[in-house]
């Protein structure tokens, strides 16, 4: 069966078309635009019709991607920056009018679900010569960190224990990060006061620390992966489960914290549409190995795009 899946967040929007059978999800085009559909969302609980054009223009591409490999099923599903505006029902028809489905705008706790399904389904083989399970024990903890939101996920083979909390990379620069050079102290002192907040949430609703891996999804999690290793350029291949010590995670921070945006710009593995918000991204998943405790962070490349395309397949 030949899938499509597309994930409208509050920074980019992106596509899969996937192959399904056999317990196997076979790329066949994987997409990835930054619209940033989430700007000034916190501020004025809109979205404003600049990042919806953007956003739109993006989609059309991807329609006529999908038409093109005769994807035989699609779903469209749509995160934080749209739950949180009150004109999102302009989003809604836009996007029916591309793909003829409603967007579904889902619940954090529905992400929670897809991502965590999306991240782990590959994450444990068998090896061929013993059939023992090989790779990092559960259970997980399965954090995305995105634009507007930031979802916490415990489980082992299913989700058992989930929690979406206002803190993202988009949402925490418009807040408190808004100059391009390294912020002031009391600057990183506000985000770090809304990280720990929201940790402090997430602690009395997740048992995070019966965890015995984290995993790290999204673009944050990605792009220090890839400063960590030193990548030449972005290689989704080496960073797809890699695992990324507790130091390098906060070497990395302190670098990208230092840097202008001029520096930033110009490190090899950063896409542009990263560059503003990368610090506060960086520095969400610092706190949260600091506070849990982790010794080291399971890169996934595989995520809430995955679960969508899984959830298509049943």
């Known amino acids: ?41 916190d501020r004025t609980g809109r979205l404003a019709p600049d990042a919806l054009e ?14 093109r490999h005769g994807a035989t099923a699609t779903r469209v599903v749509a995160t934080s920056a749209t739950r949180d505006a009150a004109n999102r029902q302009e989003f809604v028809a836009g996007v029916h009018e591309l793909f003829g489905v409603e967007p579904e705008v889902v619940t954090g ?20 010569e013993t059939e023992v399970p090989q790779g990092p024990l559960p ?14 996920v415990v489980g082992s083979e299913h989700a058992e224990a989930a929690l979406s909390v206002d803190i993202g990379c988009v949402r925490l620069t418009e807040r408190h990060l808004r100059a391009g050079d ?11 006061a809304d990280i720990e907040a929201a940790l402090d949430r997430v602690e009395s609703a997740v048992p995070v620390r019966r ?5 790290g999804l999204a673009g944050s999690v990605t792009t220090v992966a890839g400063m960590a290793l030193d990548l030449p350029a972005y290689d989704p291949d080496r960073i797809h489960h890699a695992r990324i010590s507790a130091e390098q995670v906060h070497d990395v921070t302190r670098r990208l914290l230092a840097m202008t945006h001029g520096d930033r710009a110009a490190v090899p593995v950063m896409h542009p549409g990263r560059v503003d918000v990368i ?36």
């Open 54 to 67: 953007r956003t739109f223009k993006a989609m059309r591409a991807y329609r006529e991607l999908i038409d």
């Open 139 to 152: 259970p997980y903890l399965v954090v995305d960190i995105g634009g507007g939101s930031t979802e916490f």
């Open 279 to 314: 610090g506060a991204g960086a520095l969400i998943l610092d706190r949260i190995v600091r506070r849990f405790a982790f010794s080291q962070v399971v890169v996934s490349e595989h995520d809430i795009l995955d679960g969508i395309a899984w959830s298509i397949a049943g």
């Open 109 to 128: 706790d529905v992400e929670a679900e897809l991502s965590f399904t999306g991240a782990t389904r590959g994450l444990v083989t068998l090896s061929p």
């Open 182 to 192: 390294p912020p002031s102290a009391p600057a990183l002192e506000a985000v770090v």
């Open 1 to 41: 069966m030949r899938v499509a899946a597309v994930d409208c967040g509050t920074n980019s929007v992106r596509l899969l078309i996937a192959d399904t059978g056999d317990d196997v999800l076979d790329d066949v085009e994987r997409r990835m635009e930054i619209v940033r559909l989430g700007q000034g969302v």
């Open 211 to 215: 965890a015995h891996t984290l995993v």
